[in-house]
């Protein structure tokens, strides 16, 4: 990544941060406000960290703009991000999170184990399914009968 | 009851054959985890909180701090043959100890590593079981103004005093406390930051905050960063053994970091990098001959790991005896007794003498089956670095969103999950540190709590925080290490 990509990024992690102080800050107006003895309701604290969060995002832009954030470590390792790599292993979480109620907790871990795995350059897709199938089924096992959670159970049933 | 009276009691306690095995389990797990690289303790007991809620508080947390400072151990074991640091805290023992596997000496420096962890973990026990009861002593004295300011010297130390830059600390504070935020408040009972979404009443879980900053985010973060590099496993050569010059050069840098890691572990400054970096500059300069650092000297390995543990034990002397976390993982053991509705702090001696004491007593006997764990044994734990990586992330995830889903069954904590874990990969990406988040999750609600009790105890009078002479002192503390450095370096310029 250039510098100026990381300065941009920066940038908008900081105005991120600023938005979400100014948020806090409005949303903290619909809390119905009640003090009792101590003249301190429950809007202060909010009040308090909105502004918190709004001054950390103001500075950490303007340190963005004025040549970059202060004191990062060398940066050589972000030259080449993998992209795809990021996006397989979003995919996985979110279908985990889509199928997880129907199609039961072992399927849907091992699906995501498998996109994982592809995510972090694994080709042995036979190898990956067997070893996450075993896996699954057996952490299922484990908290549902011997530690007592309660898992979707879904396609198989045992 | 005297300090020995209460240590014996708590030794029955521990010394019970389920406690033991408690015990046992915490250090083996702890070793584990600390082993493989991607898995540290604050994720290990979040993942563990669900499962554990029904059992007997005692075995548990005994376990917990288990895995605390057995992390600690095995962290040092993956520093020194891959050179890729198991925990944060043992990136100066993969410098060094990493050289001297590479020399074909990591026998001795995995023996060095160890045994500097055991003599650091039982003086450092020693002297938590020495220290707390004085410190609760003090802290009876406490009240909710004493307690806010504490909090607030917490807050600045863990987010300002550590890591390279005090505007990200802060932020990263911020966004924790705004996380701690949302929910029910605790004293009017109306909602807060809700958004009108239901599940979100309860306020948003600390097991999904740190699964999706440790493992979601760490994963995200390695998988687009760092795919291609592939690992150098150094082989365990020749004898594991250390010789007579090596104990002659072990034994003082152990107890000269052990010295160093404990105070910086007491005092709510937390983290365990900065005394390991001091430790290993302090030996460097300490050295007959400073030239061997950087090609593998053994005190480089031996000062830092002894400074690592000893500050990982000392950390649990602000958390047991006032309640306050100042590391990631304390913050998650917290949040682990108030799933029991217990709430560390002076009372809490008074009221469960034979848990706490039964959990100190309990680290004398760890760090004896550690000590065993990570010599004779040592290979075992090193056939865990054999894993590929795509397995061991694979697997991680399986278990991070099993913790998620877990808590109540709902895709909404794994779409929690999901955005957390973006959150951590860009804190990562940008080089913001992650601790504040969990303590200011954790410690903001207490803070605002006792904030409203001494206001409400003053009605409403503002200047109850100055006029305490204890917490006027220790906001004055704060005040100094926030505004003290700029103001210096700008003096010292001019």
């Known amino acids: 990544m250039s510098a100026r990509a990381a300065r941009a990024g920066e940038l908008v992690l900081a105005l991120g941060l600023a938005t979400l102080g100014a948020f806090i800050l409005i949303e903290t107006h619909t809390i119905a406000e009640t003090t009792s003895y101590s003249g301190v309701g429950p809007r202060l604290f909010p009040y308090l960290i909105g502004i918190g969060l709004a001054a950390c995002g103001a500075v950490l832009a303007w340190q963005a703009l004025t040549g970059g954030w202060r004191n990062l470590p060398v940066d050589d390792d972000h030259a080449m991000p993998d992209w795809i790599a990021f996006a397989i292993i979003s995919a996985g979480i979110v279908l985990q999170m889509a199928i997880i109620g129907i199609a039961g907790f072992i399927i849907a871990s091992a699906i995501l184990f498998v996109l994982i795995a592809r995510g972090y350059g694994s080709r042995r897709l036979m190898r990956d399914t067997l070893i996450a199938l075993v896996l699954s089924t057996a952490v299922y096992l484990l908290f549902t009968k011997a530690l007592g959670l309660n898992l979707p159970a879904g396609l198989i049933v045992f | ?494």
Not at chain 2, 33 to 59: E, K, R, S, Y
Not at chain 2, 295 to 318: D, F
Not at chain 2, 368 to 375: A, E, H, P, Q, R
């Open chain 2, 1 to 494: 009851m005297d300090t020995f009276g209460s240590l014996l009691a708590g030794f029955g306690v521990a010394l019970t054959l389920k406690n033991l095995m408690w015990g046992f389990c915490g250090v083996t797990l702890g070793t584990a985890i600390g082993v493989l690289p991607g898995v540290g303790p604050a994720l290990t007991i979040a993942l563990l909180l669900p499962a554990t809620a029904n059992l007997d508080p005692t075995g548990a947390l005994i376990m917990f701090a288990g895995i605390y400072y057995g992390a600690m151990f095995g962290g040092s074991t993956t520093s020194i043959l891959l050179n890729t640091p198991g925990e944060s805290a043992t990136i100066v023992t993969a410098m060094e100890g990493n050289l001297m596997a590479k020399r074909g000496r990591a026998g001795p420096a995995l023996a060095t590593a160890a045994i500097g962890s055991f003599v650091a973990g039982t003086i450092a026990t020693l002297l938590l079981t020495l220290v707390a009861p004085i410190v609760v002593e003090l802290a009876l004295k406490f009240g909710p103004a004493e307690y806010f300011a504490v909090m607030v010297l917490a807050f600045t130390t863990v987010s300002a005093v550590l890591g390279a830059s005090v505007a990200r600390g802060l932020a990263s504070l911020f966004i924790g406390l705004a996380i701690g935020l949302v929910g029910l408040d605790s004293q009017t009972g109306q909602a807060r930051f809700t958004l009108g979404i239901p599940e979100l009443l309860d306020g948003i879980d600390v097991v999904v905050v740190a699964v999706g900053l440790f493992a979601v985010g760490e994963t995200l973060y390695i998988a687009t960063y760092f795919n291609r590099e592939a690992d150098r496993l150094e082989t365990m050569r020749g004898s594991i053994w250390m010789s007579r010059s090596d104990w002659r050069r072990s034994w003082k840098p152990w107890l000269r970091g052990t010295a160093l890691g404990f105070p910086f572990g007491t005092i709510p400054a937390g983290g365990a990098e900065i005394p390991t970096f001091l430790s290993y500059a302090l030996e460097k300069k300490l050295s007959k001959d400073a030239s061997e650092f950087g090609k593998g000297a053994i005190e480089g390995v031996a000062g830092p790991e002894a400074a690592n543990n000893a500050s990982a034990t000392g950390t649990l002397v602000p958390l047991l005896t006032l309640g306050l976390p100042t590391t990631a993982t304390a913050a998650i053991i917290l949040a682990a007794f108030q799933q029991w509705g217990l709430q560390p702090g002076p009372l809490l001696f008074e009221t469960q003498p034979l848990l706490i004491w039964g959990l100190i007593a309990s680290m004398y006997i760890g760090n004896v089956i550690l000590l065993i764990l990570n010599l004779p044994l040592v290979g075992i734990w090193v056939k865990l670095l054999e894993i590929p990586r795509p397995l061991l992330y694979a697997g991680i995830l399986v278990f991070a969103t099993l913790g998620a889903y877990g808590l109540r069954n709902s895709w909404f904590d794994l779409l929690l999950l999901y955005i957390v874990g973006l959150l951590g990969f860009l804190m990562r990406r940008f080089d913001m540190p992650v601790a504040p988040v969990l303590v200011g999750m954790i410690l903001g609600p207490l803070a605002e709590q006792q904030f409203r009790r001494a206001l409400a105890i003053s009605q409403g009078d503002l200047s109850v925080f100055v006029a305490h002479p204890i917490s006027a002192t220790v906001l004055a503390i704060t005040a100094v290490i926030l505004f003290g450095p700029p103001i210096w370096r700008r003096l010292a310029t001019r």
